[in-house]
């Protein structure tokens, strides 16, 4: 398992080091997590890594294609391994989770804009925003329970 995200560093070209290998890793076991739950879930493998080597590693991986970057309206930025497929994302209102859907009409069909403008359009970003399944199932606060957290 190590010795393939050892070659896809290699293939972009990156060194391979241990906190490189930690984090995808880590985000081949848990897609569209934070920052935070990268470093616990580093720390956990490597435990004197530093915040700011997680940081440095997941902008190099990043800006290398191996990792993608997300950050629906209002949330927190999240990572995630699955890379260049346009493929989208489903945000549940109540507890944020996150979950990945194929583009609707097949191959990548929102990259053609009804007007680009002069652009030359790579990545198009579609959030559906919903409410999943477990949230679905709970009963919904009180109404008492509602006003009180908006005042």
């Known amino acids: 398992m190590t010795a393939d995200l050892e070659a896809e560093l290699r293939a972009v070209p990156l060194r391979v080091t241990r906190p490189r290998v ?19 879930l580093v720390r956990a493998e490597l435990p004197t890594v530093s915040h700011q080597a997680v940081y440095d590693v997941l902008r190099a991986l990043t800006d290398a294609g191996l990792v993608r970057r997300i ?8 990572y995630e391994r699955r890379v260049g497929d346009n493929h989208h994302h489903l945000v549940c209102r109540r507890c944020g989770a996150i979950a990945d859907v194929d583009c609707a009409a097949g191959e990548a069909p929102c990259l053609t804009a009804s007007d680009d403008h002069g652009f030359v359009v790579d990545e198009a970003e579609v959030v ?4 999943c399944p477990d949230c679905a199932t709970e009963r919904p606060l009180p109404q008492s329970a509602r006003s009180e957290g908006s005042t």
Do not use: F, K, M, N
């Open 128 to 131: 559906y925003w919903g409410t």
């Open 22 to 40: 930690a984090v995808l890793s880590a985000l081949r076991r848990h897609p569209h997590v934070d920052t935070d739950t990268v470093i616990a």
């Open 71 to 78: 950050q629906p309206a209002g949330a927190t930025a999240r």
